[in-house]
């Protein structure tokens, strides 16, 4: 007899509780070995002043059992308030966000029957590494941030997902031709990790014409893999155009612990009803009991629950005249899939998982490259809105500076300044690019930075925010302006 694995259970918010009993009840019916250890997270947890939405002694929790089957939560509106799906994520290393989105027909009406894409999203970085700011009047930034480490771990989850559950194509969404340096660096690791796998095909779209090819055509992509708001829309995007988002079921994989969840919301209106659709967090269960070492079970559920859709037994959000046998609530629905545990659909494809499904994912040491690093100029960002782009030119240009001299000013990533466009609409947002006196491209000191900023503050100029433009073995590590 295998030892039961502990997992911590979440009842969340809204239809949070409803969902997650029938789907503990369906898993425990067909023999999952698990313990609970229970926590409360969300609402509630917000009201009494933890902004994060979860507190101390559930942290102990999770990282006592590295296993979350979490239930949709509501984050309260206004200000304060952190997203607990980014803060658990990002707290435990879960780098890696699985979404299968598949399509049923007919039982779930969809325009792609034969759609069966795993979108692989990176969990952590880019914009929801959550740093903005307000810098001026007229003006507010998100920082995009996209690293080496994090994303060869997340492009090498891919290529093993695929391999190991004999996928045939891995493809990249970016948008590299306008974010040379970030989605750039997720492109080009890529195709750099890509070449250790040779029996996998690989293919990069941009992620607007790829996301308008999965929209029209899904069949022909098989595991995507993205940085994380891409991956954040599109697995939606791609769970709707399957059938429904309410039968889409995540998994979140770390190193050091897995979080398990439906992709849908709280749906506060539809809670207390028995009406809501419990397959999303039914199929992260199924994930869940995959990634535990549990596969007969998680196959006797998945295999169970499509012979329940295939006997036309349908909640009211997939229910369709003339299709469907019954509308069911949400508890008749589990007791339906119970009814039919060790029972395998007869239309849809039955699913089979195996042990070796498991099977830790080989990670790379993350390599570390040594490059010679030198700075060369310096951004500096002013709120200034007493005149024109060729009026700020001019009054800067007189800065008497030892080694730097201003080299162009740009306003929202346009160049302005100098022989800027009299098109040009402004804000009151403005990056002044200082460049090595001696010769373009030569090293400038941190003392050379200081100068113009004292310059600037001797000016009554309000600078704030500068960032270093550094050369690495002698390529740019920055951008020009738009319009050099």
């Known amino acids: 007899?295998?030892?039961?694995?502990?997992?911590?259970?979440?009842?969340?918010?809204?239809?949070?509780?409803?969902?997650?009993?029938?789907?503990?009840?369906?898993?425990q019916a067909a023999g999952a070995r698990i313990d609970i250890e229970t926590i409360e997270i969300g609402e509630k947890v917000y009201m009494r002043g933890e902004s994060s939405g979860i507190e101390q002694?559930?942290?102990?929790?999770?990282?006592?059992?590295?296993?979350?089957?979490?239930?949709?939560?509501?984050?309260?509106?206004?200000?304060?308030?952190?997203?607990?799906?980014?803060?658990?994520?990002?707290?435990?290393?879960?780098?890696?966000?699985?979404?299968?989105?598949?399509?049923?027909?007919?039982?779930?009406?969809?325009?792609?029957?034969n759609m069966d894409v795993v979108i692989v999203r990176e969990n952590e970085e880019d914009l929801y590494a959550g740093i903005e700011h307000r810098q001026t009047e007229q003006v507010y930034q998100c920082l995009k941030l996209i690293s080496?480490?994090?994303?060869?771990?997340?492009?090498?989850?891919?290529?093993?997902?695929?391999?190991?559950?004999n996928r045939k194509k891995v493809t990249c969404f970016t948008k590299d031709n306008i974010m040379k340096f970030t989605d750039g660096l997720f492109h080009k690791i890529f195709d750099e990790i890509g070449a250790e796998y040779p029996n996998i095909e690989k293919e990069h779209w941009i992620v607007d014409i790829g996301a308008a090819?999965?929209?029209?055509?899904?069949?022909?992509?098989?595991?995507?893999?993205?940085?994380?708001?891409?991956?954040?829309i599109l697995s939606d995007v791609a769970a709707q155009i399957a059938g429904s988002v309410g039968l889409a079921g995540s998994a979140n994989i770390?190193?050091?612990?897995?979080?398990?969840?439906?992709?849908?919301?709280?749906?506060?209106?539809?809670?207390?009803?028995?009406?809501a659709n419990p397959s999303g967090l039914l199929l992260g269960a199924v994930m869940m009991l995959v990634h535990i070492d549990q596969p007969d079970?998680?196959?006797?559920?998945?295999?169970?629950?499509?012979?329940?859709?295939?006997?036309?037994?349908?909640?009211?959000?997939?229910?369709?005249?003339?299709?469907?046998?019954?509308?069911?609530?949400?508890?008749?629905?589990?007791?339906?899939?119970?009814?039919?545990?060790g029972q395998q659909p007869q239309k849809l494809k039955p699913v089979s998982y195996k042990t070796g499904d498991v099977k830790k994912f080989r990670q790379q040491e993350i390599r570390k490259i040594e490059v010679d690093k030198q700075l060369v100029g310096v951004d500096v960002f002013l709120d200034w809105s007493a005149g024109s782009a060729e009026e700020l030119g001019n009054k800067l240009g007189n800065m008497n500076l030892k080694?730097?001299?201003?080299?162009?000013?740009?306003?929202?990533?346009?160049?302005?300044?100098?022989?800027?466009?009299?098109?040009?609409?402004?804000t009151d947002h403005w990056r002044c690019r200082f460049k090595?006196?001696?010769?373009?491209?030569?090293?400038?000191?941190?003392?050379d930075i200081l100068e113009i900023l004292q310059t600037f503050r001797n000016m009554g100029m309000d600078f704030i925010k500068t960032e270093g433009l550094y050369s690495f073995d002698g390529v740019k590590g920055y951008t020009e302006a738009q319009g050099q």
Request: charged content about 20%; some cysteine; aromatic content about 10%.
């Open 1 to 27: 007899m295998s030892k039961n694995t502990p997992i911590t259970v979440a009842y969340g918010d809204g239809i949070g509780p409803e969902i997650m009993d029938a789907t503990l009840r369906i898993i």
């Open 254 to 275: 770390g190193d050091h612990g897995a979080m398990f969840e439906a992709i849908h919301g709280s749906a506060p209106r539809r809670a207390g009803q028995n009406m």
């Open 213 to 232: 090819k999965l929209a029209d055509t899904p069949e022909v992509f098989d595991v995507i893999v993205m940085p994380n708001l891409y991956g954040d």
């Open 297 to 341: 079970i998680a196959t006797k559920v998945h295999n169970a629950w499509l012979k329940t859709l295939e006997d036309g037994i349908h909640t009211y959000d997939i229910f369709n005249e003339g299709l469907s046998i019954e509308k069911v609530g949400t508890r008749e629905f589990a007791d339906a899939v119970i009814a039919r545990v």
């Open 436 to 447: 090595s006196k001696t010769k373009v491209g030569d090293p400038i000191s941190h003392d």
């Open 57 to 113: 002694s559930s942290w102990d929790s999770l990282r006592r059992t590295k296993v979350f089957l979490k239930a949709p939560i509501t984050t309260p509106q206004g200000g304060g308030f952190k997203s607990l799906n980014v803060t658990t994520r990002k707290t435990l290393g879960l780098y890696a966000n699985i979404r299968p989105c598949v399509s049923y027909p007919p039982y779930v009406e969809t325009k792609h029957p």
């Open 148 to 165: 080496r480490p994090g994303t060869e771990k997340i492009v090498r989850y891919a290529f093993e997902y695929a391999e190991q559950n």
């Open 403 to 426: 080694n730097a001299f201003l080299y162009m000013i740009s306003n929202r990533g346009v160049k302005v300044w100098p022989n800027g466009a009299p098109e040009t609409f402004c």
